[in-house]
Structures are given as structure tokens and as C-alpha cells.
Nanobody, 128 residues
Framework: QVQLVESGGGLVQAGGSLRLSCAAS????????LAWFRQAPGKERESVAA????????NYGDSVKGRFTISRDNAKNSVYLQMNSLEPEDTAVYYC?????????????????????WGQGTQVTVSS
């Protein structure tokens, strides 16, 4: 049974930066595509960044492109989201997850994914 633990969120002023981390236990992440999702109050959860299992391909939502960078360290069984030039609209709870398809393509940003399991997420709040 996989467990995902997101961390690194916090309160930051607009224009600031945060680096989110997601560590996994119970499963080796290196064989799976991963993605970061976020859910703002009153809104549906959306994917914002995705990375292929081998790290060679990434994609981003239009709202974060050029500001966010997804990366992974398979040796640490972790995935990261570097967030720069943060905006109040980025305020949300951020989650990582996977479709758990071995050696699959990266998840499609913008598509809705319904997964049975989600970690607790990490809150990001950007003040104006």
C-alpha cells in the first residue's frame, strides 16, 4: 500500500517561491509517471504539472507554465515542485499522485483523474 506525504507548503507573499516535496513509502516511484495536483477552496482538483517515469518529459498547465518546475529524484523516491513567481491564484492544497501504470507516459495536465488514494496534501497560501 503506497503512502504519499507532501510537504513544503506555507504562507508566502506574491512573487515569492516555495519548493514542495512528495515522498513515497510502500512503492518504488521510479517506474511510474507522477503529477502534482492542486485544489483551491470551492474548486475541483486540477493537475498542474506532470513528469514521465524516467524524468525525460514534463508538461504543465498554462497557468503555471514558466513559473513551476516538476522534478524527481528516484534515488530518494521523491518528486518535487519548484514554484516561483507565486500568485494569489496559486493558493490551494497541493497533492502528488500517479496513475500507477508502470513505465507509462506522463499524466495529461488538464485531464481529470479520479484516484482512490490521495495523501494529506500541503497547503500553499499566497498573499497579495
Amino acid at each position: 500500500q503506497v503512502q504519499l506525504v507532501e510537504s513544503g507548503g506555507g504562507l508566502v507573499q506574491a512573487g515569492g517561491s516555495l519548493r514542495l516535496s512528495c515522498a513515497a513509502s510502500g512503492r518504488t516511484l521510479s517506474r511510474y509517471a507522477l503529477a502534482w495536483f492542486r485544489q483551491a477552496p470551492g474548486k475541483e482538483r486540477e493537475s498542474v504539472a506532470a513528469i514521465r517515469w524516467n524524468g525525460r518529459s514534463t508538461n504543465y498547465g498554462d497557468s503555471v507554465k514558466g513559473r513551476f518546475t516538476i522534478s524527481r529524484d528516484n534515488a530518494k523516491n521523491s518528486v518535487y515542485l519548484q514554484m516561483n513567481s507565486l500568485e494569489p491564484e496559486d493558493t490551494a492544497v497541493y497533492y502528488c499522485n500517479s496513475d500507477w501504470k508502470e513505465y507509462g507516459l506522463e499524466l495529461v495536465v488538464g485531464r481529470t483523474y479520479e484516484f482512490d488514494y490521495w495523501g494529506q496534501g500541503t497547503q500553499v497560501t499566497v498573499s497579495s
